[in-house]
């Protein structure tokens, strides 16, 4: 039976997460013939005791070593390098980037898949799904799950500062799902809808195929410019903002600024609609209050998703609403019911109740906050400039030439970099290249990707 070598203070993949340097180890073992086909592995209870570390680490581990085609698991017999694990490895080694499997590299909106507790997470939904009942099987709550939207009730009051009610809480199938009930339960078509200039891309076709206008505001190193946008656009029915960091540019909305929106929303009883889609992830300075705790005329609709935080499958997202909005939206739900599954919700309220969520974010805050330095550092070694920023998942390379044209060149190389200009909507300013580190997990991997970064974007210059 084999068993993992000690790695030395000098191993270069000392910096990965532990799981990582065992899965190195193995593809090591495999490919030097040390592990040949057939070779039957400990179990991970066995394993973990004999290096000392978490069962969860190692089935991470042996999971990722499975879906890779290195491992197979033959039921109560144990687990066994594949008959096809040389192949396997041989494909990954030699095929390109854009071919292969997970998340490309520099690919925004996803958080770190590999940091992810699989293990935890198979555990609480295996042990509701051995604790269903029949009833389980019909359709969801159109608002969601009770539990749930009581678990996040009680999550935002601690984390967010946002006192509100279970049936405040609305549960959907994604963010988009969300602004969709949203507009159903208090748009009109032809109302103006304020969007940060630039902005996420993606959401516009939503308002747009309700009939709105949509009003760019330009944005500064203090967010949104609301003094321009009461300005120009004083009549509009909503305003969209991502303040705690808003996107893509990373900037927080200033407080004269977050006073002066809630200030207009009042006066003129729009709706401001707050997606604070990473505000858990801050490296510098304190976390600056959600626009919702502030809201104490009750005119912001908060707009949160797990799929920055846990995992973008579970395709599971959540509305708090103004109290005296309550009737409109469940009116709405009826017809843009929650499709989350049961399962789905039931396993979601046990990991945030259980203390899971927050251990989870406290993980990835500190494994982010060292991603991101690898990646600047490597950026930089390589003489690229790097936009300032307190927080957030995702960093803006300054460009001075056409940034669609590298962008091009990039994604053709199977880098995942997205243009800023491509964010824009009306106001101009300077290129950039927008990207992420969350899915980087050594600085020698930082490194060898902005070196093809470099390359791809040069070349034929």
Not at 21 to 41: C, H, M, V, Y
Not at 45 to 67: H, K
Not at 75 to 87: E, I, L, P
Not at 314 to 322: K, T
């Amino acid at each position: 039976m084999f068993t993992l070598p000690t790695l030395s203070p000098t191993s270069q993949h000392l910096s990965q997460p532990r799981y990582q340097q065992i899965i190195t180890q193995f593809k090591q073992a495999i490919d030097n013939g040390e592990l040949p086909a057939g070779s039957r592995l400990p179990s991970s209870r066995t394993l973990a005791r004999e290096l000392g570390l978490s069962r969860a680490t190692i089935e991470n581990a042996y999971s990722e070593l499975v879906t890779l085609g290195l491992l197979e698991r033959r039921g109560q017999a144990g687990t066994f390098v594949s008959a096809a694990a040389k192949v396997a490895l041989k494909q990954q080694k030699m095929a390109p980037l854009k071919n292969q499997s997970g998340p490309q590299p520099f690919q925004m909106g996803l958080p770190a898949l590999d940091l992810f507790p699989r293990a935890i997470w198979a555990r609480l939904m295996g042990r509701r799904l051995r604790q269903q009942t029949q009833f389980c099987l019909a359709l969801p709550p159109v608002t969601g799950e009770q539990g749930l939207k009581q678990a996040i009730a009680e999550y935002l009051r601690f984390s967010r500062g946002i006192d509100c009610q279970p049936e405040q809480v609305f549960i959907t199938s994604g963010y988009q799902a969300a602004i969709n009930l949203v507009l159903a339960a208090l748009a009109e078509p032809g109302d103006g809808v304020w969007l940060e200039d630039p902005g996420y891309p993606i959401i516009r076709p939503v308002f747009s195929r309700a009939g709105m206008k949509l009003l760019p505001v330009p944005v500064d190193e203090d967010g949104m410019q609301i003094d321009y946008a009461r300005v120009h656009y004083p009549d509009a029915r909503f305003a969209l903002v991502t303040p705690a960091h808003q996107s893509p540019l990373g900037v927080a909305l200033s407080m004269p600024r977050r006073h002066a929106l809630l200030e207009w929303a009042s006066e003129q009883q729009s709706w401001v609609i707050e997606d604070d889609y990473d505000s858990e992830f801050r490296y510098h300075g304190k976390p600056l209050p959600a626009l919702k705790s502030m809201d104490s005329l009750q005119r912001v609709i908060y707009a949160g998703t797990f799929s920055k935080t846990l995992f973008p499958a579970l395709r599971a997202a959540w509305l708090v609403v103004p109290a005296q909005t309550i009737e409109r939206f469940e009116q709405q739900a009826r017809n843009f019911p929650c499709t989350v599954p049961t399962l789905i919700q039931q396993t979601l309220t046990d990991f945030l109740q259980g203390g899971h969520f927050w251990r989870h974010l406290k993980k990835m805050r500190q494994c982010y906050a060292e991603r991101r330095i690898w990646l600047e550092t490597a950026l930089h070694e390589q003489g690229f400039l790097v936009k300032k920023q307190q927080g957030g998942i995702q960093m803006v390379i300054d460009i001075r030439s056409d940034d669609r044209a590298l962008v091009a060149r990039a994604n053709k190389a199977g880098l995942a970099v997205e243009a800023l200009s491509d964010w824009r909507i009306l106001h101009p300013g300077p290129g950039g290249l927008l990207l992420t580190f969350t899915n980087i997990s050594s600085f020698n991997m930082a490194r060898h990707l902005v070196a093809l970064l470099n390359k791809a974007i040069t070349e034929n210059a």
